[in-house]
């Protein structure tokens, strides 16, 4: 065995073990650990089976393999960078509504102690949502 693979295996194993360990601990969502698991898979793949990696880079026309590698490495990270800021959108949006959800009950729980009636109430509120 080459010392790349060895490398690459070494490698992929540290990340699967990291991965376990993780989600034992709550500490990485399932749909992460996925994506991470089928990198990790593709890394032993390769590393265990170099001659993949040669031969599509053969057939795509590519002199030199790492390319291929290279590309394949920056692609997988353009999508988990997208999907993530998808994500954080989601999240900001959500954070958002929620925070103009406390600042309605708040305005309610203020008028409440304030003494305003009911009726005052139920009106200011349904102005607020508009």
């Not at 999907?83 to 309605?104: N, V």
């Amino acid at each position: 065995m080459s010392g790349t693979t060895i490398l690459g295996l070494a490698g992929s194993i540290i990340i699967l073990l990291a991965l376990f360990e993780m989600m034992r601990r709550h500490r990485l969502r399932e749909k992460y650990a996925l994506i991470w698991a089928v990198v990790a898979l593709a890394i032993i793949t390769v590393a265990a089976f170099p001659a993949i990696l040669f031969r599509t880079s053969e057939a795509i026309g590519l002199a030199v393999p790492a390319n291929l590698l290279f590309f394949v490495a920056s692609m997988v990270i353009m999508i988990l960078t997208l999907q993530h800021s998808s994500e954080l959108g989601r999240l900001e949006e959500r954070t958002r509504t929620l925070a103009e959800e406390i600042a309605l009950l708040q305005l309610e729980i203020d008028q409440l102690r304030d003494g305003d009636g009911p009726r005052g109430r139920v009106e200011q509120h349904d102005e607020l949502r508009e």
